[in-house]
């Protein structure tokens, strides 16, 4: 893609369907006029009025505990400078979807139009009485270290300049693991500072907290060391100037145990890493390039322990590890404040959630064979779903013992309960789920690439490198289209199964598959003809091993897409028939529902072997499947067969496959609803545990809930995924949107990942036998 074709594709994102990324929900009922009366006038004065005699009922009667403000006035935008609040507010209405998806905190943008200190504490000190809490977002230095310190003193509400904290705590997590497997002492060891602006203060001012010597840290800034006896230091500057007798860059590295990079790219030398001291950290955190390039880095030092702020390499330090769970942490407790003591806590936490067993789901999410700690893996990983549990009550603790806390918390369990619910309201599984295919992208044909959306979510994938695309369809039409769009068909096989050029292809596929099937009354004549169909065409290219995943089904009814799959590719090794599933992406989480498109009425042994597949897929995902067989009844309290064949596959699957976590017949509000199951079946396997996976008695109930769940709630489906086949094909839905197809990709990349493992699984154990 151009760099045109990507500025326009961001300009779009953020246009289309609605401009910005955040909007505001409705919390409360509103459909009825006594509705409307309550929550204005004239029911709203009764909290004005409770809220006027206690003003810290704000926090019982409205979103105040919640809410959080994050305030910018455009000065330091990312890499972009002084661009103005205007041209900030896109940063800022990211930074609120961020704290929504990894916290669920709701936030307000404020951009402020003033470049002046007291002009913008005025400002911010006037909005506080709205907000929970204040997150202080691209201001320059150094008058971002005065707005924070000021409002610190002046409001009662938590504050936090995440640009200097959040790098800080992330890294003073990762930095004492490294020194700790490097066997070096924060006390004594040597580092080196490139860079002297506000994060790199806050940075440095925490390492000393944890024990780091004055004496021991050289900055650098774009002048060289920062030294004494250099004149008009600012007041930062000043704290950390040496007295050594060192010069640059080159010169501090020198035996220096630790260097931090919060400065430029491509400042640092493989001679200048190969001159520090044994077992270096290096932690280059400059973006979107650092200061040196990981593999450099690794090739010049072996024992080197590196960090980035990459997402392509180990060991990345990410803001969104710490500024969501810190304010979700301080807002629960309703703390007055973000001091010291919470940010220390959190290092802590960071610290140690990196040296616990890493759950099989991150590593399944992150394409890990086992993540453990140790040189590549020093600090959690942004979607880890332990997160949310571990920081915020570190967080809220130090709060309460540090006195700032004035709604303490006494039942920690039921906290660390309520914490994991809040996690249902986001979607990151879609980016695991692209993650993971990015680790070990396979070649997937589009057996419709002539069409322009087809064509699209293949650029995509190709230019995501979640997939190697291979474009089926007429060549003309689809080189016409790729220049529309701007994408570059340089190396991509591009095939027309009509066309007499891949006539030898053809008769190859055409003969192996007559082979296969001439006694199933097929001719060779059949099989060639068979081969002009693209459908037929890409299923052998799979199975010849010429690609290793399928996508069709755009434009053409699902039947006729199934039919070559089944055709040609059959059921895996033990698959008794194949199913499908859908995730929808809820507003409570993703839930996986099968099976919506395949078995029209299956039996009860049909039902329980559906479930097994299903698991297995959920497992796919990186997710525990917690499963219940929905029913129109609860617990055989129907006879009718249709019930009883939902008890019956439950009590198979009890007997057989006692690990699974499953239960039924359920209805649907039973199955979704804790407390309700809870209350009416406290016998239930499911008890204690959110449902994430539900498979339907019959076709009918499945293809309609989802459907329906798609078309009400605006729920993003991923699917029909195909379970129980040979190899993998996946069959889009008629009419999928260009997002959907990107997805699918991803699902069949995974997909041929986890057949190759089984596949080598097989061969060792052939082998050995």
């Known amino acids: 893609m151009s760099i045109e074709s990507k500025r326009r594709e961001a300009l779009v994102y953020h246009a289309k369907p609605t401009p910005g990324k955040i909007k505001v929900v409705p919390t409360k009922k509103y459909a009825t006029q006594r509705d409307l009366s309550l929550a204005y006038s004239p029911g709203v004065a009764e909290p004005c009025l409770e809220i006027e005699k206690e003003k810290a009922d704000v926090y019982k009667y409205t979103a105040k505990g919640n809410l959080v403000a994050v305030i910018s006035n455009g000065t330091a935008v990312l890499g972009l400078g002084d661009i103005g609040p205007e041209a900030s507010k896109p940063v800022m209405e990211g930074k609120g979807l961020l704290f929504k998806i990894f916290a669920d905190i709701d936030v307000f943008d404020i951009e402020v139009g003033t470049k002046d200190v007291d002009a913008f504490i005025e400002t911010v000190k006037n909005i506080a009485p709205t907000f929970g809490g204040i997150n202080l977002e691209d201001i320059k230095a150094p008058e971002a270290f005065e707005i924070e310190r000021r409002l610190k003193e002046e409001l009662d509400i938590p504050v936090m300049h995440d640009d200097q ?31 002297a602006g506000a994060a790199a203060v806050s940075c440095t001012r925490l390492y000393k907290a944890f ?18 006896d250099r004149e ?11 007295d050594l007798d060192l010069n640059n860059l080159e010169d501090a590295m020198q035996d220096a145990d630790v260097f931090i990079g919060l400065s430029m790219a491509n400042l640092v ?70 001091n010291e003591e919470m940010k220390m806590a959190a290092v802590k936490a960071l610290a140690e959630l990196a040296k616990e067993p890493v759950p099989e789901q991150v590593n399944i999410a992150y394409g890990e064979t086992r993540l453990n700690f140790g040189k590549e893996y020093i600090i959690p990983k942004p979607f880890d779903p332990r997160l949310i549990a571990k920081v915020p009550p570190a967080v809220a603790k130090a709060a309460i013992e540090s006195g700032v806390a004035t709604a303490p918390i006494t039942d920690w369990e039921k906290y660390e309960s309520e914490l994991l619910e809040r996690m249902g309201n986001d979607n990151k ?18 057996a419709e690439a002539d069409h322009l959306d087809v064509l699209k979510a293949a650029q995509t994938v190709k230019e995501e490198r979640i997939a190697f695309p291979v474009l089926l369809g007429r060549k003309d039409i689809i080189l016409e289209l790729m220049k529309e769009i701007d994408f570059d068909p340089t190396g991509i096989d591009i095939i027309d199964p009509k066309a007499d050029e891949e006539c030898e292809r053809k008769n190859r596929y055409a003969k192996q598959y007559w082979e296969t099937n001439k006694r199933k009354g097929i001719t060779l004549y059949d099989a060639e003809k068979l081969m002009r169909e693209r459908n037929y065409f890409a299923a052998m290219m799979v199975n010849e091993g010429d690609a290793d995943a399928l996508l069709s089904g755009y434009s053409r009814s699902y039947p006729t897409v199934v039919k070559p799959m089944m055709d040609l590719i059959g059921l895996a090794k033990g698959a008794t028939r194949i199913a499908t599933m859908n995730v929808m992406m809820t507003d409570k989480g993703p839930l996986f529902i099968s099976d919506t498109s395949i078995n029209i009425e299956p039996s009860s042994k049909e039902l329980a072997k559906i479930a097994q597949m299903t698991a297995r897929t959920v497992e796919m995902f990186g997710v525990k499947p917690v499963i219940a067989m929905v029913s129109y009844s609860n617990f055989g309290s129907s006879k009718h067969p249709t019930a009883s064949k939902v008890q019956d596959a439950v009590a198979y699957l009890h007997r057989y496959y006692p690990n699974l976590v499953v239960d039924g017949g359920l209805q649907m509000n039973f199955a979704l609803n804790r407390k309700m199951r809870k209350d009416k079946f406290p016998f239930s396997k499911l008890n204690g545990q959110k449902v994430n996976t539900l498979v339907f008695p019959n076709l009918d109930s499945a293809n309609s809930n989802y459907k329906l769940l798609s078309e009400i709630n605006n729920a993003e489906s991923i699917g029909p995924i195909m379970m129980g086949m040979n190899k993998p094909a996946h069959i889009l839905q008629l009419g ?21 493992k089984r596949d080598l699984q097989l061969s060792l154990i052939s082998d050995i036998a």
């Open 269 to 338: 030398s493989p001679d200048m890493l190969i001159s520090m001291a044994d077992n270096p950290i290096v932690f280059a955190m400059a973006n979107p390039d650092p200061e040196i390039k990981y593999d450099l880095a690794i090739k010049a030092r072996k024992d080197v322990i590196m960090a980035t702020g990459r997402s392509d390499h180990p060991n990345q330090v990410n803001n969104v590890l710490g500024f969501p769970f810190i304010f979700r942490g301080a807002l629960d407790v309703r703390a007055t404040a973000i």
């Open 165 to 195: 904290h959040g790098t800080a705590i992330i890294s003073a997590a990762a930095l004492l693991n490294a020194l700790e497997i490097a066997n070096k002492k924060i006390e004594e060891v040597r580092i080196v500072v490139s860079g």
């Open 211 to 228: 024990g780091a010597k004055a004496e021991n840290i050289v900055m650098t800034d774009s002048k060289g060391v920062i030294r004494k």
């Open 736 to 756: 999928a949107s260009v997002e959907e197809m990107i997805n699918m990709a991803a699902v069949a990349v995974i997909d041929a990942q986890q057949k190759e």
């Open 232 to 242: 008009s230091l600012t007041v930062e500057k000043a704290e950390f100037a040496t």
């Open 429 to 446: 599984i879609v980016r695991l789920l692209l993650d993971r295919a990015k680790t070990n992208p396979k070649r997937v044909v589009f």
